[in-house]
């Protein structure tokens, strides 16, 4: 008997300390079988639940110093702001619980969109999970994104001015591996002299004040000229953006040259509107370098002279909004990036106030009227996401609040087809920003985990984005589609975006310790695929960007193509700084990526020749890390001596433009193969199928999550 009471309390007291036993089990000390429900509340049919609080974990005594030093500081903080902080922490509490109601939830947007299946590409996980769900571990839950996490990150130019880091910006990105790395190679902090900054490339050669005589009034182009430049708008925007209504624009155009002195009237909005389709129309058309002054730039410094005050802008709102968006697409041109988010956030709220953002009525408006402000809410919506994107901020409105229907073109179903896309693609942007990039970057939700849901979300549109705009890359046999081309791109870019901080927490541990880096790469196929995505968007981005390059269609102005190639240059650049071994064989990227740069800079953007130092800055510092294979060969070595020592200067381009896009294949074979999904009938030219995508997705597992949070508590990843 005696015997049995010592072997029954045995028992109790193993149970008791079962990490995984539930309340109740717990609470009448009886063996918990750990699962959810518990086999002895399965039977009894009793609710089970499990207090995470009793959990015993093991952590290392830094990871406890370093929270008691979290709590001090905050504590000290908390003494001297008491009423302040409580205020906005009740603030952040509520918008996280708001946030977190409204993250999974697809809303319409009326009725032509709901039936077109447009979402933000969150999937029903009904069914997804089938085993248990596990606890998720106190340990990681408290982990973070070190792109987003902690206190905000700033950088100081030159000139004294500082600017934001944001979390998702492309720009911030570089910038945060550019400081790092300088750091490990040279020991100092990384100089900002022949860096890029916000507004610094360009001179518009006005002070921005309308006081006084200011810039004088440019000679107005001829009216055949005009209609050159103004159709030079429409081939380069026409199909993604409405920057202007042709009907209403044209009439007014033929009007103020039917007189054979024109004589321009400053307080005409549409005066003004023409001015900046004038701008945009000497951009396309000038293809070469103006030093300082961007193209354009006369038309679009008076236009910004004469633009009157809100209150004028007001009387006049949809012709005001198109306005605003042509100032704020053409300073996104020219890199002033925080003038050019102001002004589309200026347009976003002129389109709100005129309920643009809703199923407007034709009936009572006018299905003329309803046209253009739905064909002008989606362009304001569309590069408001986009441009806040790159700002690594949050966005200005959720989707649920969106109601407007697509646009019919006047029967264009492709072309209809393609914004549907793209509104799509800048869901899965705003996807990305709130659950990869999202408040502090809490892992269990907004890193690996978010990852994967992130993923499912660019998976649900990729096999309509093959189908409807197949992408044929052979450079000699046919012409690609420019709008097919700028789809595929921001669909890469959305694979990027959600798996490159991977890059950055390993480049972090590559520069304590190589070997150490090496062994955590291995003992984890799921993140190690992830960052072989991440790869592989990026090279099928520049062999997008190099046969548009060869067959004349690169944009040089726009942002957008500069953008892709900035992002995916920076992705194959840390790639063998991580994994030498994996990622050997980018040289041919690599080329093609100077090869592309170049062609812009040929045609006078100014922007590029500095994205392109700050890249060979990068590639120097991290050759010095470990020598890359390909630098026993001059043919393939990409930074020479006279690029070293004179990085801002205009390189010629590539005498021979390397185009085998079968040779990119057999070079990514060796890793792509082990990535989940039938990888061997993938062409490079193809991408990902949306089964492909979701094999990733769903390969990314709780225990994921937590090996990479313990992973970046032992390396100090913040």
């Known amino acids: 008997l005696n015997s049995e009471m010592e072997s029954g309390s045995g028992r109790n007291k193993v149970s008791k300390r079962s990490s995984n036993a539930c309340v109740r089990c717990r609470r009448q000390k009886i063996k918990c079988s750990g699962s959810q429900p518990c086999d002895a509340c399965g039977k009894r049919k009793q609710s089970c639940t499990f207090d995470e609080r009793d ?49 999974d939830v697809d809303f319409p947007m009326g009725d032509d969109l709901s039936g077109s299946n447009i979402s933000d590409g969150t999937q029903d996980k009904k069914g997804q999970e089938t085993r248990p769900k596990v606890p998720i571990d106190p340990v990681a839950s408290t982990l ?107 009439k007014s155009l033929c009007h103020f040259y039917s007189d054979p002195n024109p004589r321009p009237d400053p307080t005409d909005l549409w005066f003004i509107h023409f001015l900046l389709i004038l701008s945009f129309g000497k951009a396309f058309t000038t293809k070469t370098s103006r030093g300082r002054r961007p193209p354009g730039h006369d038309f679009f410094v008076k236009a910004m002279q004469l633009l009157p005050d809100l209150s004028v802008l007001l009387r006049e709102p949809v012709l005001s909004t198109e306005i605003l968006c042509c100032v704020s697409l053409y300073m996104q041109c020219i890199d002033f990036r925080h003038c050019s988010h102001n002004f589309i956030g200026q347009a976003l709220r002129f389109a709100l106030g005129e309920g643009m953002h809703t199923d407007m009525p034709a009936q009572q408006l006018g299905e003329a009227y309803v046209e253009r402000c739905r064909r002008l809410w989606w362009t304001v919506h569309i590069l408001d996401r986009e441009m806040t994107s790159l700002f690594g901020l949050p966005p200005s409105i959720h989707d649920d609040y969106v109601l ?54 660019v998976a649900e549109v990729a096999d ?10 052979e450079k000699d046999t046919s012409c690609i589609s420019r709008t097919s081309a700028h789809l595929h791109l921001l669909h890469h870019q959305c694979i990027v975006l959600a798996t490159r901080p991977l890059l950055f927490c390993f480049l972090k541990i590559r520069f304590e310790s190589q070997s150490k880096c090496t062994e955590l790469l291995g ?22 960007l190099d046969c548009l390059q060869s067959q004349g269609l690169l944009e040089t102005f726009l942002p957008f193509d500069l953008e892709a190639i900035f992002v995916s240059a920076s992705s194959l650049l840390l790639g063998p700084a991580i994994d030498p071994q994996c990622f050997e064989c980018l040289d041919l990227s690599l080329e093609q990526v100077y090869v592309v740069f170049d062609e812009m800079i040929m045609a006078g953007n100014s922007v590029a020749k500095f994205r392109k130092s700050e890249l060979q800055q990068l590639e120097s510092m991290l050759q010095q890390l470990t020598p890359w294979p390909s630098q026993a060969s001059e043919q393939t070595t990409l930074v020479g001596d006279a690029r070293q020592t004179q990085p801002l200067e205009n390189t010629s381009p590539q005498d021979t433009v390397v185009s085998s896009i079968a040779t990119d294949h057999s070079q990514n074979e060796s890793y792509s193969s082990s990535i989940p999904g039938n990888m061997d009938d993938m062409a490079y030219d193809s991408g990902l199928t949306m089964a492909q995508l979701l094999d990733m997705a769903n390969s990314i597992e709780q225990e994921d999550s937590e090996w990479m949070s313990q992973t970046i508590v032992e390396h100090s990843i913040w």
């Open 523 to 544: 003992s984890s196929q799921t993140v190690r695929n992830l960052i072989r995505m991440c790869i592989d968007s990026s090279q099928q981005m520049v062999s997008i």
């Open 55 to 103: 959990q015993r974990i093991v952590v290392t005594r830094g990871y406890i110093i370093d929270l008691q030093q979290r709590i001090e500081r905050w504590e000290r903080s908390r003494s001297t702001n008491e009423s302040a902080e409580t205020s906005v922490e009740d603030g952040l509490h509520a918008d996280k619980a708001r946030h977190r109601g409204e993250s």
């Open 464 to 473: 309509e984005l093959q189908q409807s705009f197949a992408l044929p890359l």
């Open 144 to 250: 973070t994104n070190p792109l987003s996490t902690g206190q905000s990150e700033y950088t100081t130019a030159p000139n004294g001015r500082t600017y934001y880091l944001g979390t998702s910006s492309n720009w911030s990105f570089v910038r945060r591996v550019l400081s790092i790395t300088h750091q490990y190679v040279n020991k100092t902090p990384l100089p900002t002299t022949a860096l890029l900054f916000d507004a610094s490339t360009y001179s518009l050669d006005w002070n921005g004040y309308r006081a006084g005589d200011g810039p004088e009034m440019p000679a107005l182009p001829t009216q055949d000229y005009a209609i050159y430049l103004v159709n030079a708008v429409k081939f380069h925007c026409g199909q993604m953006f409405h920057l202007f209504d042709e009907e209403t624009f044209m």
């Open 404 to 457: 407007c229907q697509l646009p019919t073109y006047s029967g264009s179903v492709q072309r209809t087809a393609a914004l549907r896309m793209r509104i799509k693609l800048s869901r899965v942007i705003g996807s990305i920003n709130r659950k990869v990039y999202g408040l502090d970057g809490r892992l269990n939700h907004k890193f690996m985990l978010g990852t994967k849901e992130v993923l499912a979300s």
